[in-house]
């Protein structure tokens, strides 16, 4: 299957905003309501976007985490070999920040959703842990998690149950853990990876959360699921490159959209 729309899913709704919760119930074509209700094989791809209700900034953007920091600095090994005390303390800063955050209504429905499909899986390029908390158990995070760190030298690995206090944190072998986060120029876990590209290829239908599609490989798994004959239906607050293959492209706030898609299928 090629690229191009789907004829007769093809959709783009754009939401009208009056305020949290507001939203018009967004008009999902029968065809697009037809599949979701009968699809067995469901994915979830999140990116930022998706906790930005919860008050977890996005990375691009007005406001975003890329404008104010410079990721060189906080997000790669030599940034963290330079200085990691200055890396740690912004882990910590965000480690607080997610720990204060709640699941928001679109973390929910996706919760709900691998309570209705035979078969689901979320995908996220986010760290944050906010879906299993929201209550999903199949996760696959791409790039890392933030309640974990690691120490590079002996592999050791921590599960973290509150924001690091001592800074920079050290294994025991006297070396400085790091967070268990992927960073510019680093592989992505090859596990994870690999069940993110199985899901995609296997999915019947792929939704597309708050992701600007800019970064790879999370990127080209939307566009695995429509290769291999899988419909995609995006949600985010602006048009994005999946906008120009989704079978259906939703605008507005993913906490206002998921629960009004999940209502127009019951
Ligand atoms: P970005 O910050 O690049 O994109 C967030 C997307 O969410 C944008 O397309 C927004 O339009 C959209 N968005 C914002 N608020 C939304 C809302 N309430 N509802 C729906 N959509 C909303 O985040 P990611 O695509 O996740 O990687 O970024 C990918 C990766 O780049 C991150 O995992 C991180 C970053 O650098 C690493 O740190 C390795």
Redesign the pocket.
Known sequence: MGHGPEKGLTQEVRLRMSGPGQAETPKLDKGLVKKIREARTVSVL?????S??SGIP????AG???DKYD?RVL?THEGFRKDPRLVWEWYQLRQVEIAKARPNP?HMVIADMEKRFSSFSVIT???DGMHARAGNKKVIE??GNIWRMRCERDGLELVLGAPVSDIPPLCQCGSILRPD????GEQLPKNEVEEASRVARESELMFV???????YP?AALPVITKNSGGAVVE????P?DVSTYADASFF????D?LPAIWKAIQ
């Open positions: 999140t990116g930022a976007g998706v930005a209700e996005t990375f691009r953007g975003g985490i890329w990721f997000a679109a390029q986010n760290i791409l790039h986060v992927v960073w510019f959360v708050g992701t600007s599609a800019v970064v999370a949600v985010n607050l602006e994005t507005g706030r993913a906490g959209i």
